[in-house]
């Protein structure tokens, strides 16, 4: 787009250049005329050729027997310029003519030879050229005629103080008129330059107010310009709808999480206005249950800030990973254990398989175990409970760790979200409420590792997500 913007530059500028400059070789070939209509002109180039030639044809004129005469080699030169030649005597008479048209005369006065020179004779129809040539004590006078109805001579006479008050108003009416034609091409290229400019200036104020509607017909010297703007519309609208649906998902999720802290804190704070009132009476074991409830509300708050608090610094990459060289197998294994001990999975249904007992990697053990977890944990909360789950590791050019469940699965619309901060399966019961950061943790611990987690998933036939470190 630049190069065809700076060639149109270009070309108007030339343009006018060359319009100005046939505009004033006009003006000079009709004050020419003028002045040739009124006083003559000066030689052309043809005329000063002629006159030389003129000149020079004093070599092709020999004396034969006392009698003058053109060479072989000077008819030839005269046959080819259509010419003729009359050769006169110091009296004006006339002693030998070569190609001379009838009604030449054969004597001349000195007055009708100057005439014969200055002005084309009307009798013979050509343009005369005059020298002569000294044989012996004889001095020769000589007519050249060429019969070219395209060659003119004037004889030009100006008065200097004339011509020069004559440039002075040509110079300032051909001024005057060079600047009108700048002026009106520049204009018309001003027109086509500056109106679609308008039209992008205009979309760009509609682009700053937020009005993501505009199009244009890309075409023209702007044409990459607008298609540019078009597509920069058509993104600023998709990323506004995209801010508008994560909006709509914070403010639910901040809805949901101020929620599930309520509940529990009301908990809290109701067992405890019970526990220092004068009026209740517990019992010891009434005492433990009930401060059991409270230990038991107040870890799942806990989590709830630390899942927070770690997402944020995920997101803003203040975490500064504590890497050391980890058996990948064990701590998976490991991982798989704590959560079948834990009294409210030990019934589930988990199949670990590798082919290597050890494989080493430089990892951040307490983040990759988080996320592991967050992993399994989501695959068991969103599934029946006696669901399939495979846990798989395999060493390639990266290791891949593999984490299927032969469950529900997921719709193909929150695949494309199962990883945001905000989002909260839809398959996620009472029972699972929490702080709906797990999967996005995930997905954080993983690329701040320089891994990449990927997810994909058939309904009624289950989801896999591989890690790859």
Request: hydrophobic share 40%.
């Amino acid at each position: 787009m630049k190069w065809r913007l700076t060639g149109r530059y270009l070309v108007s500028v030339v343009l006018v250049v060359i319009l100005v400059i046939l505009f004033n070789m006009l003006l000079l070939l009709v004050f020419y005329s003028f002045q040739a209509s009124q006083n003559g002109a000066s030689l052309s180039e043809s005329d000063r050729s002629l006159d030389r030639f003129t000149r020079g044809f004093t070599s092709e004129l020999i004396t034969d027997n006392g009698q003058i005469k053109v060479t072989e080699k000077g008819r030839k030169l005269l046959e080819e310029k259509k010419a003729w030649v009359q050769v006169l005597d110091e009296t004006g008479k006339e002693v030998y003519a070569y190609r001379a048209p009838e009604g030449v005369k054969k004597k001349y006065t000195p007055m009708e030879v100057v005439n014969m020179y200055k002005y084309k004779e009307v009798d013979v129809y050509s343009t005369i050229f005059i020298s002569e040539k000294r044989i012996g004590e004889v001095k020769y006078s000589y007519f050249l005629g060429f019969s070219n109805d395209y060659l003119q001579r004037f004889i030009f006479t100006f008065d200097v103080r004339d011509m020069w008050e004559r440039f002075k108003s040509g110079s300032s009416l051909l001024l005057l008129v060079d600047g009108l034609i700048a002026l009106l091409i520049g204009y018309v290229f001003s027109r086509k330059l500056t109106l679609p400019l308008n039209q992008l200036i205009d979309g760009i104020k509609r682009l700053a107010n937020k009005d993501y509607t505009l199009h244009y017909q890309p075409k023209g010297i702007y044409k990459d310009v607008f298609f540019n703007v078009n597509h920069l519309s058509h993104q600023l609208q998709t990323i506004e709808n995209e801010r508008k649906k994560l909006d709509k998902m914070r403010e639910e999720w901040i809805g949901n999480i101020s929620h599930d802290i309520k509940t529990p804190l009301a908990s809290i704070q109701g067992f405890a206005e019970m526990m220092k009132d004068p009026d209740y009476s517990f019992t010891l074991e009434e005492m433990r249950e009930y401060a059991g409830i409270i230990e038991k509300k107040s870890l799942y708050m806990k989590d709830v800030i630390e899942d927070l608090n770690l997402s944020t610094r995920l997101r803003s990459t203040n975490v500064l990973l504590n890497r050391k060289k980890v058996n990948i197998v064990a701590l998976a294994r490991k991982i798989i254990i704590d959560l079948l001990n834990d009294t409210k999975y030990a019934h589930r249904n988990i199949d670990f398989q590798c082919d290597e007992e050890v494989i080493y990697l430089e990892i951040d053990e307490i983040l990759i175990r988080r996320a592991m977890t967050n992993l399994l944990y989501n695959a068991m909360v969103h599934n029946e409970e006696d669901v399939k789950i495979a846990v798989s590791i395999e060493r390639k050019e990266h290791t891949h760790i593999r984490i299927k469940d032969y469950g529900k699965g997921i719709k193909e619309e929150e695949l494309a979200v199962i990883f945001d901060r905000y989002y909260r399966g839809t398959n996620t019961g009472e029972s699972h409420k929490g702080s709906g950061l797990g999967m996005a943790i995930a997905n954080d611990i993983i690329r701040a590792h320089g891994g990449e987690i990927r997810i994909s998933s058939v309904i009624d036939r289950g989801t896999t997500i591989e890690i790859q470190l």
